[in-house]
């Protein structure tokens, strides 16, 4: 699997998505932009769904990774997933 061309690069594969404890998460194994895993849920609390997306990245190719990829990660998702303070 890879993201759409509008958002930051990723590639992996999914490991497992909507187990039957917990149906609305994804685990995806990643081998770019570094090897890692990402994990998503989205959990409804009073009235509203909260998209929780939890990066991990390991090796050397790590720290690189992050520093590249943070500041766009940040951006696209304000961008598609606003706070209710914005």
């Known amino acids: 699997m890879s993201t759409p061309a509008d958002a930051p ?15 609305e998460e994804l685990l995806v194994l990643l081998d770019g932009p570094a090897p890692g895993f990402v994990h998503l ?34 951006a696209w998702l304000t961008r598609h997933f606003p706070t209710a303070s914005a």
Not at 52 to 72: I, T
């Open 9 to 23: 690069p990723l590639t992996g594969r999914v490991e497992w998505a909507g187990q039957a404890k917990w149906p």
């Open 41 to 74: 849920g989205a959990h409804p609390m009073g009235g509203q769904v909260f998209l929780s997306l939890r990066f991990f990245l390991f090796g050397d190719q790590a720290p690189a990774a992050v520093a590249r990829a943070e500041a766009s990660w940040r």
